[in-house]
């Protein structure tokens, strides 16, 4: 049962992990990341300095433009605390398929790995079980953005959505809901 898995992601204390990009393709890299510990404390939360120009279209998303950046570090910079921070700990992330993948698209842009350990959950599948939709198209059960998800867990949203951050709060707050619920749906 979906709850079941909240719970034992609380209880090991799991990281809530989000970034926000420069695009969607397949050399856009991370603009902003965030990680919040269990409890919502900030463990990292940083704008970075990306290698590539911020599209116009997820600027238009998150908010953050190129000048905004001057002043950030470099992926390369930041590797090291996301690193020190997340060794050995569980991650939740949003949709974990792609914020793993810009990592991997930021580090391969300074020429490094990202390896992080293989606890990586993701919260999207996750509210997707919890609601129970099913996709015949996808065979699956349905995904849904994370503001869908957060208002169906009755979340009231921030007004800054889609900043790493907020949206890294916002999963975690799905996922203590999920974990409060005896239900396998809502």
Same mark, same amino acid.
């Given at each position: 049962m $979906?709850s079941?898995?909240a719970?034992q992601?609380?209880a090991?204390?799991a990281?809530f &992990?989000d970034?926000e990009?420069?695009g969607?393709? %397949?050399?856009d890299?991370i603009?902003e990341?965030? $990680?919040l510990d /269990?409890?919502?404390?900030? @463990?990292?939360d940083? &704008?970075? =300095? !990306?290698t590539? /120009?911020i599209?116009?279209?997820?600027s238009?998303?998150?908010?953050i /433009?190129?000048s905004? @950046? %001057?002043?950030?570090p %470099?992926?390369a910079?930041? &590797?090291?605390?996301?690193?020190?921070?997340?060794h050995?700990?569980?991650? $939740?992330t949003?949709?974990a398929?792609?914020?793993?993948r810009?990592l991997?698209? %930021?580090?391969?842009?300074?020429?490094?790995? $990202?390896e992080?350990?293989e606890d990586?959950?993701?919260?999207?599948?996750?509210c997707?079980e919890?609601?129970g939709?099913w996709?015949?198209y996808r065979?699956?059960?349905?995904w849904?953005k994370?503001?869908?998800?957060?208002?169906?867990?009755?979340? =009231?949203l !921030?007004?800054k959505i889609?900043?790493?951050?907020?949206?890294?709060?916002l999963?975690?707050?799905i996922v203590v809901?999920?974990?409060?619920?005896?239900?396998?749906r809502?």
């Amino acid at each position: 049962m $979906v709850s079941e898995l909240a719970r034992q992601l609380l209880a090991r204390e799991a990281l809530f &992990l989000d970034t926000e990009t420069t695009g969607l393709g %397949s050399t856009d890299e991370i603009v902003e990341i965030a $990680v919040l510990d /269990s409890d919502g404390t900030p @463990l990292l939360d940083t &704008l970075i =300095k !990306p290698t590539v /120009s911020i599209s116009i279209a997820a600027s238009t998303i998150h908010g953050i /433009s190129e000048s905004d @950046l %001057s002043n950030a570090p %470099s992926f390369a910079d930041m &590797l090291p605390r996301l690193l020190d921070i997340t060794h050995n700990r569980i991650i $939740v992330t949003y949709n974990a398929e792609y914020d793993i993948r810009m990592l991997e698209q %930021s580090a391969k842009a300074h020429n490094m790995k $990202v390896e992080l350990n293989e606890d990586v959950y993701c919260a999207m599948h996750m509210c997707a079980e919890f609601f129970g939709e099913w996709n015949h198209y996808r065979g699956e059960y349905r995904w849904h953005k994370l503001e869908v998800a957060a208002k169906r867990c009755n979340i =009231k949203l !921030p007004p800054k959505i889609h900043r790493a951050r907020t949206d890294a709060e916002l999963t975690r707050q799905i996922v203590v809901y999920i974990a409060r619920s005896d239900l396998n749906r809502i």
